[in-house]
T-cell receptor
Framework: EPEVTQTPSHQVTQMGQEVILRCVPISNHLYFYWYRQILGQKVEFLVS????????KSEIFDDQFSVERPDGSNFTLKIRSTKLEDSAMYFC??????????FGPGTRLTVL | KQEVTQIPAALSVPEGENLVLNCSFTDSAIYNLQWFRQDPGKGLTSLLLIQSSQREQTSGRLNASLDKSSGRSTLYIAASQPGDSATYLCAVITGTYKYIFGTGTRLKVLA
């Protein structure tokens, strides 16, 4: 069964550094999402992406964040200058049908 | 603004007990509702998806119901086992097709 994959599973970085989190959505899906979950808190929507454009973004998704689909298979989330409060689990999701999303296993980001 | 709340926040039960987890949402204009399981430090495992036109879904020992008009869903777990210990999340799919997650219920099933 096709799955959403994410790399790396765990990323450790220093405050102020740039990080890129990578996702490979299910191959025939057209809608892509990023969510994050700070430890002990609820999963929060960050951004949705369709047709090479951001469809919607949350208040969390400020100018430090960007998303890109650099080729036909990858979907990336970049954080330009990481802060301590960016430490969280980041989940990628994709869908073909809008009403059901398929989630990846997550990337745990630790900012020191 | 859609808010999703889950009660109780934590639950500890002896093995074999039947239990009910509750999820409530403030805006009944949802597409679907989905229940997930999350083990500590891990990803989201989809358990059941209830479409807005449905009232319930069943999978094995799990049964989820949806009452859109009252903004409620319940997840029923029959004959609980220690392996069911995890955090259970509900999420509603909104008009802009993003998921809004609840606060989660941390379940511990004691052997």
């Amino acid at each position: 069964e096709p799955e959403v994959t994410q790399t790396p599973s765990h990323q450790v970085t220093q405050m102020g550094q740039e990080v890129i989190l990578r996702c490979v959505p299910i191959s025939n899906h057209l809608y892509f999402y990023w969510y994050r979950q700070i430890l002990g808190q609820k999963v929060e929507f960050l951004v949705s992406f369709y047709n090479n454009e951001i469809s919607e973004k949350s208040e969390i998704f400020d100018d430090q964040f960007s998303v890109e689909r650099p080729d036909g298979s990858n979907f990336t989330l970049k954080i330009r200058s990481t802060k301590l409060e960016d430490s969280a689990m980041y989940f990628c999701a994709s869908t073909a049908t809008l009403d059901t999303q398929y989630f990846g296993p997550g990337t745990r980001l630790t900012v020191l | 603004k859609q808010e999703v709340t889950q009660i109780p926040a934590a639950l500890s039960v002896p093995e074999g007990e039947n239990l009910v987890l509750n999820c409530s949402f403030t805006d009944s204009a949802i597409y679907n509702l989905q229940w997930f399981r999350q083990d500590p430090g891990k990803g989201l495992t989809s358990l059941l998806l209830i479409q807005s036109s449905q009232r319930e879904q069943t999978s094995g020992r799990l049964n989820a119901s949806l009452d859109k008009s009252s903004g409620r869903s319940t997840l029923y777990i029959a004959a609980s086992q220690p392996g069911d210990s995890a955090t259970y999340l509900c999420a509603v799919i909104t008009g802009t097709y993003k998921y809004i997650f609840g606060t989660g219920t941390r379940l511990k099933v004691l052997a």
